[in-house]
């Protein structure tokens, strides 16, 4: 089971207050089903004045926040500012309570998902929620290619580059903090011939296998835990991309390798990839490109990061996303860019 929480606070609808209140419990209560089940609900009386939902959930986590948004989305009241008022936040604990959630950007859903969107219509669905959070964004962006342009790289080549990236992450975690040793190394070369992966390493993996790499590139392959996240979610593995307003889970990526015997072999996650609905990607694709921006012109200006996000975890997911796409001559891992 997972949690799902939404949050939303009535003095930012159109309607009074007083009549969300009254509206709110007795329309929760007839939108549960047998795998999307409300265990609470909460009202805080403080200056946010926010509702609080809670939801839990046997369903995959962004299938489940589709169903929940959609439903909620047929109310009177709460349907027409649904997207100006309520955050989501998801756990994959059962009953979380709201500490132990995350912050999900609520991708409402635009249509079918089974449907493909136009470039255009992606772009605009985008901006307005962007606009609801009042997160600034660029009407002059581009646009990202559509579920019948893009060049999608294959599971087989992203569990690759995922997994071989997270064991070299972990030795570059040795060689910051000062505890990498010849049998680090010697262990993390078994690793990858126990997966298959010794030939899969670029340049700048190489030399931290070689522990030659300056202090600089040892940072930015430990910030890379950021850019396999969206592969890791991208087959199904992660349930949930968060808000990015701070790191990555990186404990349940390594949880993959060293926390199971499930995974013994490259084919037991062969057989065990769940590959996300290519609209659900390109959602997420096209909103970190904007978040990039975002992030990018506040910086320029000299402002603070909008939305309080963490402008190295947005770049980091932007570079995964690109490369998972083979956007922008994404060809060299070690050097897939993010541009804006």
Known sequence: MSTIIITASP??????????????????????????????????????????????????????????????????????NLNRCAYIYTSEKDEATFDECKLAFPLEPHKD??????????????????????????????????????????????????????????????????????????????????????????????????????????????????????????????????FPNRICDSTALTKLLFGTDKYRSIDDFLSDIRPVNIEYLLDEADLIFRLNWACTDARVKGEAIPAGMDNSVVVERHRGFNWLMNAFDAENWDTVSAHT
């Open 11 to 80: 003095r930012q609808l159109d309607n009074p207050t007083s009549q969300l209140v009254e509206a709110i419990p007795s329309y929760i209560s007839g939108i549960s089903n047998e795998k999307i089940i409300k265990y609470n609900h909460e009202f805080l009386e403080d200056e946010t004045n926010n509702m609080i939902i809670y939801f839990k959930t046997e369903l995959p986590i962004n299938e489940a926040v589709q169903q929940i948004t959609t439903l909620f989305k047929g109310h009177k009241v709460i349907g027409n």
């Open 113 to 242: 998902i089974n449907i493909p969107l136009t470039a255009d219509e992606r772009k605009a669905h985008t901006t307005e929620l962007l606009k609801a959070r009042n997160i600034p964004y660029n009407e002059h962006l581009p646009v990202i290619e559509t579920s019948d342009e893009v060049d999608l790289r294959s599971p087989d080549e992203v569990l690759k580059r995922a997994l071989t990236s997270l064991i070299i992450i972990q030795l570059a975690c040795d060689i910051a903090n000062k505890k990498a040793t010849p049998e680090n190394v010697e262990l993390v070369k078994n690793i990858l011939k126990t997966y298959g992966l010794e030939n899969e390493l670029t340049e700048k993996e190489q030399k931290i296998l070689k522990l030659d790499a300056t202090d600089q590139e040892v940072v930015n392959i430990v910030w890379r835990y950021e850019s396999i996240w969206p592969l890791f979610w991208a087959l199904g593995f992660i349930s949930c991309l968060e």
